[in-house]
């Protein structure tokens, strides 16, 4: 198991030593420093949230509604910095979506046997994890 952890831990460093994680962190920054971004992203996040539960429950969205969210995205197409932010956060996504599906789905023969003793193997019926 300990190895298993080693490489979750190398993972994990590899992930962060990326362009694509350095950059989202970079204007994760950027956005909380900017006062109007954040408030305009926030708006545009919960109006957008707000549609999407309305109309998945069945509800009407009013004329109103679909105008503010509309003019909330031309604000937020306007804006440099959060289509930027959107974009990069976009890709951050996409990229662990894909290490998920590796992860899940791995190509090859399994490595070495595990090391966790499975319940009712001659056991308490425990599952045991640890150093062996």
């Not at 590796?102 to 399994?110: E, H, Q, V």
């Amino acid at each position: 198991m300990e190895e298993i952890l080693q490489k979750a831990n190398e993972l994990g460093l590899m992930i962060k030593g990326s362009d694509i994680f350095k950059r989202y962190e970079e204007l994760v920054k950027k956005i909380e420093a900017d006062s109007n971004a954040r408030t305009l992203l926030d708006e545009y996040i919960k109006m957008s949230e707000d549609i999407y539960k309305k109309e998945s429950s069945g509800g009407v969205v009013e004329v109103e509604e679909k105008q503010k969210l509309q003019d909330l995205s031309q604000k937020v197409s306007e804006n440099q910095l959060i289509k930027e932010f959107i974009a990069t956060q976009s890709y951050y996504v996409n990229m662990m979506m894909q290490i998920q599906n590796t992860i899940s789905n791995p190509k090859g023969d399994p490595i070495g046997p595990s090391k966790i003793i499975k319940p009712g193997a001659g056991t308490t019926g425990k599952i045991v994890t640890g150093n062996f």
